[in-house]
């Protein structure tokens, strides 16, 4: 007679099973090693990569390029010159319409720019559209890329 557990299962069919598991387990961890292993081997080797195999972070890694392409415009916002009062400097508010979460309520918001104007060629209440560029001051990160509409006098 054969030794019952609790659930009526002999002890035997339970050692069986737990041990099929465990081998399945550990061909399945094998497998996703040699996965990961051979899609690393035939990718091209990364820039900077040093002995241990992790590439450089491409904030450390510099461009050696002499004729570099100008850089694109990032980011682009459409707002309002309220503010033409400072030199070569415009002050424009970017409005956005957002859904409250909880009461699925439209709310226009709005931030402030500081915005690079060189020409010096909007007023105040132009429509303008602005785009991202490397900082000129602290906080003007923005220039003037064209004006979509003058304001009317």
Same mark, same amino acid.
């Given at each position: 007679?054969?030794?019952?557990?609790?659930?009526? $299962?002999? !002890?035997? /069919?339970?050692?069986?099973?737990?041990?099929?598991?465990?081998?399945? #387990?550990? !061909?399945? #961890?094998l497998?996703? +090693?040699?996965? @990961?292993?051979?899609?690393?081997?035939?990718?091209?080797?990364?820039?900077? @990569?040093?002995?241990? #195999?992790? @590439?450089?972070?491409?904030?450390?890694?510099?461009?050696?390029?002499?004729? @570099?392409?100008?850089?694109?415009i990032?980011?682009?916002?459409?707002?309002?010159?309220?503010?033409?009062?400072?030199?070569?400097?415009?002050? +424009?508010r970017?409005?956005?319409?957002?859904? =409250?979460?909880?009461? =699925?309520?439209?709310?226009? !918001?709005?931030?402030?720019?500081?915005? =690079?104007?060189? !020409?010096?060629?909007?007023?105040?209440?132009?429509? $303008?559209?602005? #785009? /991202?560029?490397?900082? $000129?001051?602290?906080?003007?990160?923005?220039?003037? $890329?064209?004006?979509?509409?003058? /304001?009317?006098?």
């Amino acid at each position: 007679m054969s030794r019952m557990d609790r659930g009526g $299962v002999p !002890l035997m /069919a339970l050692d069986r099973s737990m041990q099929r598991s465990a081998s399945m #387990g550990l !061909l399945l #961890g094998l497998l996703l +090693v040699a996965v @990961a292993w051979f899609s690393s081997a035939r990718s091209t080797p990364t820039v900077g @990569a040093s002995i241990t #195999g992790f @590439a450089r972070s491409p904030c450390t890694m510099r461009s050696t390029a002499v004729f @570099a392409e100008p850089r694109k415009i990032r980011q682009v916002l459409e707002g309002r010159v309220i503010s033409d009062k400072m030199d070569k400097s415009r002050t +424009v508010r970017v409005e956005r319409l957002v859904r =409250h979460p909880k009461y =699925h309520k439209r709310m226009r !918001l709005s931030k402030n720019y500081i915005v =690079h104007d060189p !020409l010096e060629q909007t007023e105040e209440g132009d429509l $303008v559209r602005i #785009g /991202a560029r490397s900082p $000129v001051s602290k906080r003007k990160t923005f220039e003037v $890329v064209d004006v979509v509409r003058k /304001a009317i006098k």
